[in-house]
């Protein structure tokens, strides 16, 4: 399969958006693990494990809150920003305005109404737009982060070339993504892009921060964080179980009996082949 476009992700989401929903926690990115994981699957009930997935989601995003160091009154792009949970917990937190773009239109009505929900609809605002080609205007932001949203991009390049156009003189980038840690078969790479509208992995960590440098971004630090993230891919298969029922009904038939089949070999992939690297960037002049 050839790398997706942004139409043919923003559609993906658009239909299976919501079995992230029901299988990773409540935000659309990985979990990080600080303390562990329980795994006495007979202790957890499905509401119960999703709760300990989103908890871990939370434990990522307030890492990376941190990192982007945002300042009241400062504007942040949001490159990819799911149904917007760290978008506006972001906005929330740091008194900033915030952007969150997304090819996906459903993920843009989830994203609007949290902001709505919380308060936010001021300052915290989301827009359908490809990250390969931002209509923002020049040095609009003073920062922006991309958590787990590479992976879809079929021209990584152009789109780290996109959010440093954006970006004012100084503005800090925070990209958040998988590599292969372990180099895919042409099979798994196959089954991985069809599975989920992803383009093919980086080799290694080194090659985004690489991207960035090519792009006139200077690198401020590097964090591996693939043992803190392992934990979800033990977590995930069982709430799978539990919540099939109401996955079929999401899905349908069809697509319920290929994700039967081809779920657990992508999350026995991601365990143990996939890495997960964190880079953050400044503009430079």
Known sequence: MSNPSAREVGEWYDRFGGLYGLTMGDSMHLGMWTDGVRT???ELTADEMWEELTRA???WTGTLIDVVGLLPGQRMLDVGC??????VRIG????????GVTVSAAQVRAGRDRALKAGLSDRVTFEQADAMALPQESET???AWAIESFAHFSDRPAAIREVRRVLRGGGRFVLADCYEAVPFTPEEVQLFQAAFA????????EDYSRMLGEAGFAIQDTRDMSRA?????ELIPRLFAARRAQIAELVGTDAMAQLDTVYPRILALCRDKMGYTMVNAVKSP
């Open 141 to 143: 932001f003073d920062a």
């Open 92 to 99: 929330t937190e740091s008194g900033a305005s915030v952007l």
């Open 198 to 205: 992803l383009s093919r992995l980086p080799a290694g960590p």
């Open 229 to 233: 993230f392992k934990p979800t891919y």
């Open 82 to 87: 799911g149904t917007g949970r760290p978008t």
């Open 57 to 59: 989601q939370d434990s």
């Open 40 to 42: 006495e699957t007979g």
